[in-house]
């Protein structure tokens, strides 16, 4: 190995430990609101075909950032679409 790689492999570790370290808890926070929110609307388009909404990033995004309400939000946007 080139020792320049070396030295940029160890400066990324150290910056992805302190992003960890310093942003940890809201990385995990948005990951479990990522996965209750795939749950959540992977149910509720079974239970309403009518009105589902797909599932991807985009919903994803806004189920992460914005919990419940945000889904909520993006049922009634579908309804009155």
Do not use: E, H, R
Not at 20 to 43: E, P, S
Not at 46 to 70: H, Q, R
């Amino acid at each position: 190995m080139n020792g320049d790689l070396v030295i940029f492999i160890c400066i990324g570790i150290c910056i992805a430990i302190l992003v960890w370290i310093l942003f940890g808890k809201q990385i995990f926070n948005f990951i479990i609101n990522g996965v209750a929110g795939f749950i959540i609307i992977y149910c509720i388009n079974g239970l309403l075909p009518t009105y589902a909404i797909g599932i991807n990033l985009l919903t994803m995004g806004v189920a992460s950032l914005l919990g419940i309400p945000g889904i909520i939000t993006m049922y009634i946007i579908s309804m009155v679409i």
